[in-house]
């Protein structure tokens, strides 16, 4: 059994990880926290302690750490005896992270794709850019490494491999509907790091569409849905992660992501953008100082784990999938809803924190237990989907089912 946990990063997603491992440290045994500030790591073992969240006595320790050295994480990985990493710092330490398990043979676990802060939206598929060509290194050195384990990448894809083996003969199209229908009452936020969150709308649309990419312009398609609990929204086609390994994956022509916008969020997105105030290029000003536009909105904007005592509402996430069983023309909406108040009760996050958040640990005690424990590469959709949705049932994301037989809890 694999034991001992490093949590890298500090932010929204890493405070419910850690809140999350600690109830479940019967299972995963020391659990530690590194992020370049340490206090921020300080004081997420405060708010696990606080809360009371340890499921046994055990050690929940804080450290401070640059996790772009590789040499450093190795260090610390080896000193605490880390069998599993669960990465989610900011995208940009993501393969230094990973050479660093790779190096230890501790298995690791992220919820984003890598990305170089001087680049924006890469040539799909995107994984094959960076992860996969460490796939012979993972798989010659014995090391598990599961890509995109957060909720969207992540469950999403695991939903798509439920119905792919459960409910349908033949897939026509996936579209991954993200709704976040919660309000966190500021004149303008990012619900997670707000420069990794603009890059994502700064580039092209990449989709799946008649089983080649498709480029399209943000804001350019959009869908209305009537969905489970959050009632009728609109969304926008939107290049995601999962599209990159769903794509190679599966055998489906159509693979889409949409995710949802209020018109205000609209607004200031297309005002800030057109102004050049998103950009990751540097510009200097009259005074000669070098500033990175998108780096400066980020420094004025609301710190997004700040957003979650008041933020209220519920999220949407699921997978419409469409094809045929049995010879019928078949629809399934695979799909959790998370409330941002209950996330912020439980672990004193909001809910897009949350929903990123229970995955990984989901995924890590799978590891520890030995099933998902595959030794090499691979992203969530190869690996076996019930005992992953069967455990966030219990841990926190509760799946449900929308089909012709009804809305009813997905469970196995
Ligand atoms: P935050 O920006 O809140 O946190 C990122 C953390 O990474 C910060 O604590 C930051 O440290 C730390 N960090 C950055 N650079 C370094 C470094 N060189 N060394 C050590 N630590 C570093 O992000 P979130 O918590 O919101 O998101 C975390 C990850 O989860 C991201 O990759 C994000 O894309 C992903 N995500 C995935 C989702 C999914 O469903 N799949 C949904 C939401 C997010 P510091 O505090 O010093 O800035």
Redesign the pocket.
Known sequence: MKKNVLI????????VVAHKCAQNNNVLGDIHI????LE??RAIVASVQEKNNLNVPGVLEAHE?????IDATKALIERIRAQIVI????????M?VLEACIATGAAYL???IHEDPSKICETPPWYANYEWKRRDRCAEKGVTAIL????????VNSYAALARDEYFDRIDSIDIIDVNAGSHGRYFAT???P???FREFTGQVWSWQNSQWTSNRMFEVKRTDDLPVVGEQTTYLTGH?ELHSLSQNFDVPDIRFWMGFGEHYINVFTVLKNLGLLSEQPVKTAEGLEVVPLKVVKAVLP???SLAPSYSGKTC?GDLVKGEKDGKPREVFIYNVSDHADAFEEVGSQA??Y???V?PVAAAILIAQGAWDVKKMVNVEELPAQPFVALMNRIGLPSRIRDEKGDRALEF
Not at 8 to 15: F, I
Not at 65 to 69: H, P, S, T
């Open positions: 890298v990063g500090a932010g929204g997603v890493a405070q590194a992020s370049r500030t921020k790591c750490l640059d996790a772009l050295d990465n989610v710092g900011s995208p940009f330490v993501n230094p992220d919820t984003a995109g384990v957060g909720f969207d990448p992540g469950v619900n997670f790091d420069e990794i969150n992660d710190d997004p784990s996430i897009i924190s929903t990123a958040g995955p």
